[in-house]
Each structure stands twice: as structure tokens, then as C-alpha cells.
């Protein structure tokens, strides 16, 4: 039975949008602790300056450039988040193939690392293009991660690569050195890939599935 | 006191160790649940100051080890989380009061950590 997106949306959208917000908001609130110890640093250096302690301009200097990082690394979170938010402004639109990876990686990272699964992601030398709609590829990247990350050992490598295949199809190819225990039957999973007019391929050896678009 | 600060943020602990240290609290800090380990095997704590959330071990898990090697050691969870359904497992754990959510003001971690002192790391 096929299912149009808005039930799709309807049934899984919620719990993927839910799950990005609670891991993006850990990440934000970590930025926000670091500056706020350093910025209380800062301020105990003050005091110990008007106490007669002699300013240490290199500390000072080492205390902003953190606050800086963190800046930096909370803005990015934030640009994530808000393309994210956006992802469902268009029902369709033609997407590039590695921005939707890199973000869905970007989104999940916290989640990732907390398995202590390190995901690589090989762009293919010129961009690739699928056609739908972007928050729903997110989410089936998404899905098909999390489903093959499931039993994956602490310290695994997965790459992620795009590619065209022999047939000149778009193709995701997930990899790694060990067997996944999933054989993808996420029903979510797979009434997104319908949406796509995707398949997936698991390989021989059950190490590597490929998404291929647009039978 | 001798507190030990695990959180996979290192500049996050290394600094509050730091703050610490400037009021007097002998505090260590490790950015792994493993070196926390490591560290509680090689020296005596009163307090440790977990994350929740870390990469190979959750907080609740490395409480339950670090238990093992040390009965007597006290509590509290900090977390960037701050989900209810975090904070309600950390109240099962360790009690209401030995919770915090990040961004931690000092002076209140230094009344936890007094209040942990006090009350046995129990509520």
C-alpha cells in the first residue's frame, strides 16, 4: 500500500523533528556552559586583578579565543537547526545529494557519537541531484543511519558515499569493515523510499547497503 | 573535598576545575568515562560531578562502576539535556537534590556539593 507524504509526515515527521530538536538543544546548551565558565573565568581573574594579582593578558587572551570557538560551533549548530526548520517549506524541489547527508550528519552527530560510531562522508566529485522532498530525504538518511548504527560495535567506521552507479543512478552507499544486523525492514524506511521512487540493496556480505533513487 | 568532574566536554570541565580550585575545592576533572575510571582507581574522591549524556557510557552507567570500586563515593549528575524524562532518572538515582542542569552556576554547584557533603549523597 503506498502512502502519500502527508501521512508519512503525519505518523514519523514529529518523532524526527522531536529527536534532532532534544539532541541540537544538548549541543547549544553545551556551547552555552562552556562560555559560561569561561566567562565566569574571566571574571575571577578580574577579581584576583583588583586584588593586586597582576593580569595575565595571555590567559585572557586564551579565555576569549575559547568563548570565540563556541560561538562559532553554537552558530553552526543554529544554521543546521534553521535549515532544518526549512526543510519543509517545499513539497519537492531538486536537492543536492551531500548538503542533505551533511546535515543529516550534522543533526545526529551528538546521537552518533554517544555510540562511539564514527560516520565518514565521501562527497562524489561533481554534485549529485535528487528530486523530493528535502525533509524527507533527511529523515530517510536519517532512518536507514540509525537503523544500521543499531548494533554496530563501539568504534566502528561507517562511510557514507554518493555516487552514480553503473546504471547511472543516483546511489548512498553506506559501508563498513562489520555485518549490519538490520536488513532494513523499517517500515518507515520503506514507505519514504517510495516517496523517492528509491530502493535499497543490501549487500552480500550484509556490510553495505546502497540507496538508489529513481528506479 | 575532593570532587572528580567526568563530561566529554573537556573545556567545560577543565574550566569549572579550574573555578573550583579558586574556592578552595581540590577538583580533578576527566573527559572519559574510562579515564574517570582510571582516575577513581588511583586516588580517593568524596564527590563526582557526571554528565549524562557521554559517548560509550551514559552517566547513570559509570556511576554504577565507579560504585564498585568506590562505595562511599557521592553523586551529582549535571546535564545539558535537561529533558524531564532525564531529570525524573536522575532523581531515581541520586535524589532530587543532587541534580543540576547546564549551564551550572558555581555557587550553586558549591551548594550541591555542600549539600551532598551533609546529607550523604542521599535526599
Given at each position: 500500500?503506498?502512502h502519500?507524504?502527508?501521512?508519512?509526515?503525519?505518523?514519523y515527521?514529529?518523532?524526527?523533528?522531536?529527536?534532532?530538536?532534544?539532541?541540537?538543544?544538548?549541543d547549544?546548551?553545551?556551547?552555552?556552559?562552556?562560555?559560561?565558565e569561561?566567562?565566569?573565568?574571566?571574571?575571577?581573574h578580574?577579581?584576583m586583578?583588583?586584588?593586586?594579582?597582576?593580569?595575565d593578558?595571555?590567559r585572557?587572551s586564551?579565555?576569549?579565543q575559547r568563548?570565540?570557538?563556541q560561538?562559532?560551533?553554537a552558530?553552526?549548530?543554529?544554521?543546521s537547526?534553521?535549515?532544518?526548520?526549512?526543510?519543509?517549506d517545499?513539497p519537492e524541489?531538486?536537492?543536492d545529494?551531500?548538503?542533505a547527508?551533511?546535515?543529516?550528519?550534522?543533526?545526529?552527530a551528538?546521537?552518533?557519537?554517544?555510540?562511539?560510531?564514527?560516520?565518514?562522508?565521501?562527497?562524489?566529485?561533481d554534485?549529485?541531484?535528487?528530486?523530493g522532498?528535502?525533509f524527507?530525504?533527511?529523515?530517510?538518511?536519517w532512518?536507514?543511519l540509525?537503523?544500521?548504527?543499531e548494533?554496530?560495535?563501539?568504534g566502528t567506521?561507517?562511510n557514507i558515499?554518493?555516487?552514480?552507479?553503473?546504471?547511472?543512478?543516483?546511489?548512498?552507499?553506506f559501508?563498513c569493515?562489520?555485518?549490519?544486523?538490520s536488513?532494513?525492514?523499517l517500515?518507515s524506511?520503506?514507505?519514504?523510499l517510495?516517496l523517492?521512487?528509491?530502493?535499497?540493496?543490501l549487500?552480500d556480505?550484509?556490510n553495505?547497503?546502497?540507496?538508489i533513487?529513481?528506479? | 573535598?575532593?570532587?572528580?568532574?567526568?563530561d566529554?566536554e573537556?573545556e567545560?570541565?577543565?574550566?569549572?576545575?579550574?573555578?573550583l580550585?579558586?574556592?578552595?575545592?581540590?577538583?580533578?576533572?576527566?573527559?572519559?568515562p574510562?579515564d574517570?575510571i582510571?582516575m577513581?582507581?588511583?586516588q580517593?574522591?568524596d564527590i563526582?560531578?557526571?554528565?549524562v549524556?557521554m559517548?560509550?557510557?551514559?552517566?547513570f552507567?559509570?556511576k554504577e562502576?565507579?560504585e564498585?570500586?568506590c562505595p562511599?563515593?557521592?553523586?551529582?549528575?549535571?546535564?545539558?539535556?535537561?529533558?524531564e524524562?532525564c531529570?525524573?532518572?536522575?532523581?531515581?538515582?541520586?535524589?532530587?537534590?543532587?541534580?543540576?542542569v547546564?549551564?551550572?552556576?558555581?555557587?550553586?554547584?558549591?551548594e550541591?556539593?555542600?549539600?551532598?557533603?551533609?546529607?550523604?549523597?542521599?535526599?
Amino acid at each position: 500500500m503506498k502512502h502519500t507524504a502527508q501521512e508519512i509526515i503525519d505518523q514519523y515527521g514529529p518523532a524526527y523533528f522531536g529527536r534532532m530538536g532534544a539532541s541540537i538543544s544538548h549541543d547549544i546548551k553545551n556551547c552555552l556552559a562552556i562560555m559560561n565558565e569561561n566567562a565566569g573565568l574571566m571574571s575571577d581573574h578580574l577579581m584576583m586583578a583588583q586584588k593586586g594579582v597582576p593580569p595575565d593578558i595571555d590567559r585572557f587572551s586564551g579565555i576569549v579565543q575559547r568563548i570565540e570557538k563556541q560561538i562559532t560551533r553554537a552558530d553552526d549548530i543554529v544554521k543546521s537547526f534553521n535549515k532544518f526548520s526549512h526543510s519543509m517549506d517545499k513539497p519537492e524541489q531538486q536537492i543536492d545529494l551531500d548538503e542533505a547527508v551533511g546535515l543529516a550528519l550534522n543533526l545526529g552527530a551528538r546521537i552518533i557519537a554517544n555510540k562511539s560510531i564514527t560516520v565518514t562522508h565521501t562527497r562524489a566529485a561533481d554534485k549529485l541531484y535528487v528530486n523530493g522532498s528535502f525533509f524527507f530525504l533527511l529523515f530517510l538518511i536519517w532512518s536507514i543511519l540509525e537503523k544500521i548504527t543499531e548494533n554496530l560495535a563501539s568504534g566502528t567506521v561507517l562511510n557514507i558515499s554518493s555516487m552514480e552507479d553503473e546504471n547511472k543512478q543516483v546511489c548512498l552507499s553506506f559501508q563498513c569493515e562489520q555485518p549490519f544486523a538490520s536488513d532494513f525492514g523499517l517500515q518507515s524506511s520503506g514507505q519514504t523510499l517510495d516517496l523517492f521512487q528509491a530502493k535499497m540493496v543490501l549487500g552480500d556480505q550484509h556490510n553495505r547497503a546502497d540507496l538508489i533513487f529513481g528506479n | 573535598m575532593h570532587i572528580l568532574l567526568v563530561d566529554d566536554e573537556k573545556e567545560l570541565v577543565s574550566t569549572l576545575a579550574e573555578r573550583l580550585g579558586y574556592r578552595g575545592i581540590d577538583a580533578h576533572w576527566a573527559a572519559t568515562p574510562n579515564d574517570a575510571i582510571s582516575m577513581l582507581s588511583d586516588q580517593n574522591y568524596d564527590i563526582a560531578v557526571l554528565d549524562v549524556q557521554m559517548p560509550d557510557m551514559n552517566g547513570f552507567e559509570l556511576k554504577e562502576q565507579m560504585e564498585v570500586i568506590c562505595p562511599e563515593l557521592k553523586f551529582i549528575f549535571m546535564t545539558g539535556h535537561g529533558s524531564e524524562e532525564c531529570y525524573y532518572e536522575g532523581c531515581s538515582h541520586t535524589g532530587e537534590a543532587f541534580y543540576l542542569v547546564k549551564p551550572v552556576e558555581i555557587d550553586r554547584l558549591i551548594e550541591k556539593l555542600n549539600k551532598v557533603m551533609l546529607d550523604g549523597g542521599k535526599r
